[in-house]
Nanobody, 119 residues
Framework: QVQLVESGGGLVQAGGSLRLSCAAS????????MGWFRQAPGKEREFVSAISWSGGSRNYADSVKGRFTISRDNAKNTVYLQMNSLKPEDTAVYYC????????????WGQGTQVTVSS
């Protein structure tokens, strides 16, 4: 089992920045691909970004490319999402997730953290 706890959400004006953190506990953090997803009110959950176990491979949704940066610190069992140039449409609950490299399905999820961007 892997337990994930997100933090860092909040209210920010458009154009501002936030950094989300996701602290992992349980099994060896470096064995897992880590991802960020988000769900806005009335919408389905969508992929935001993911990072490989080593941090050498990262990918992003087109909607956040160039504005968001994912990173991880395996020594601290933590993954981060730096969000810059925030837009009102980035408003959502952001979830951290983990999966092993053998599967494309994320097996573990955090409880989510709210990000609200005002115009």
């Amino acid at each position: 089992q892997v337990q994930l706890v997100e933090s860092g959400g909040g209210l920010v004006q458009a154009g501002g920045s936030l950094r989300l953190s996701c602290a992992a506990s349980g099994r060896t953090f470096s064995n897992y691909v880590m991802g960020w997803f988000r769900q806005a009110p009335g919408k389905e959950r969508e992929f935001v970004s993911a990072i490989s176990w080593s941090g050498g491979s990262r990918n992003y949704a087109d909607s956040v490319k160039g504005r968001f940066t994912i990173s991880r610190d395996n020594a601290k069992n933590t993954v981060y999402l730096q969000m810059n140039s925030l837009k009102p449409e980035d408003t959502a609950v952001y979830y951290c997730a983990a999966r092993t490299i053998e599967t494309s399905t994320y097996q573990y999820w955090g409880q989510g953290t709210q990000v609200t961007v005002s115009s």
